[in-house]
């Protein structure tokens, strides 16, 4: 037809479903550079207790020129750099495990991430695939400052190879711990502090929004490519799904202030139960697993972690009974909607997230 043209080409992101290889890389497209406005809105929107990452001072009591990045910004970023060209083409975020801080990382820093895919399998029905793979984000000197592994559910790969490759996890370490604990010895924190002890059972008070803008804003920040996060106009307002990880981020912080004096927290697994959407009201309530000093005047807190949502905790949740089984190692979503229908069905459809996490605070 003369004086017309059709659409007729499409750029194709994300993973190559007919290029898979178990020990592959992908360098993400993007180099990002985080400047102090950045780290300012991320403290406007996420409520942290960390005092590296609040206080200038504090952190040249410890020896470095600046604040840190915060951990779950650090989070948000590792991942996001790796949607365009791995995670675009996903069905599903399942779960995150071992997200480590590895080394000190500023405002005007330069980030880059690379992913390595270190599993593939089917799912038990055979529909689809999930894919685990490594994320390690550095700085402008190669210098690794965040890591973690995440699993993501794919449609079906048929065709998997294999690629030589040494796949050492020699970034996979707690230096920037140690570092921080070899520092912060002798230096005085006053502020009200509690003891917690394994078995304690917390409702946080906060409950807090993420906004229509505060989503915008974030998703298009971090590269967030699925219009699911951003597209009015092909979904609905109560459709526009709040990336997992700023969920994660804000339930971390919205526990945090329990546990202050916090120094690092370090997430060793987490997965999304039900989604959350922009506007929706985010809470957490915490069961404390145990509690090991690893030296004195410091200690860890191991923690599980539930996010809720559009549940006023303090005031709605005082005089509930929650099931054990809650607590006791359920690892899959599945697991934890079908306890809550059995033995807590006030709250099915309410938790959001779960995280197993640690809280590594000083102790006077």
């Known amino acids: ?80 750099l790796g949607v365009e060209n791995f995670a675009h083409s996903s069905l599903l975020h399942l779960e995150i495990r071992n997200a480590l801080y590895l080394n000190p990382a500023f405002a005007g820093d330069t980030f880059s991430c690379v992913i390595r895919i270190k599993d593939i399998q089917q799912t038990s029905n055979g529909n689809y695939s999930t894919v685990v793979s490594e994320h390690v984000l550095s700085n402008q000197k190669g210098e690794p400052v965040f890591s973690l592994e995440r699993v993501t559910l794919f449609p079906l790969i048929r065709q998997i190879d294999k690629q030589a490759g040494s796949g050492a996890d020699y970034h996979k370490n707690h230096h920037f711990k140690e570092k921080i604990l070899a520092r912060v010895r002798g230096i005085s924190i006053e502020n009200k502090i509690d003891d917690f002890n394994e078995g304690d059972l917390l409702l946080h008070p906060f409950v807090r929004p993420v906004g229509k803008s505060e989503n915008l804003f974030w998703a298009t920040y971090f590269k967030n490519t699925h219009p699911i996060h951003f597209n009015y106009q092909r979904y609905k307002p109560g459709e526009i799904i709040i990336s997992g990880g700023i969920v994660l981020s804000m339930i971390l912080g919205i526990s945090g202030r329990e546990f202050r004096q916090l120094l690092l927290p370090q997430v060793e697994r987490a997965f999304h139960v039900v989604p959350v959407v922009a506007e929706d009201r985010v809470g957490a309530f915490s069961y404390i697993k145990n509690s090991v000093q690893i030296m004195p005047g410091f200690e860890e807190i191991d923690v599980r972690t539930f996010g809720l949502r559009n549940v006023d905790t303090e005031l709605e949740l005082s005089d509930a009974d929650f099931p054990l089984e809650l607590f006791n190692g359920l690892e899959r979503p599945a697991d934890v909607e079908r306890v809550l229908e059995e ?15 640690k809280a590594l605070r000083k102790i006077e």
């Open 1 to 80: 037809m003369q004086g017309y043209i059709k659409p007729n080409r499409k750029v194709n992101y994300g993973l190559d479903l007919n290029r898979v290889s178990i020990g592959k890389e992908i360098v993400s497209h993007f180099n990002i550079t985080v400047d102090e406005s950045v780290h300012s809105l991320w403290s406007g929107l996420m409520p942290t207790s960390s005092y590296p990452e609040n206080s200038r001072e504090f952190a040249g009591i410890l020896g470095f020129h600046e604040m840190f990045l915060p951990y779950g910004f650090l989070m948000n970023l590792t991942l996001s």
């Open 343 to 357: 033995k807590c069905p006030t709250l099915k459809g309410k938790i959001c997230c779960v995280a197993d996490w």
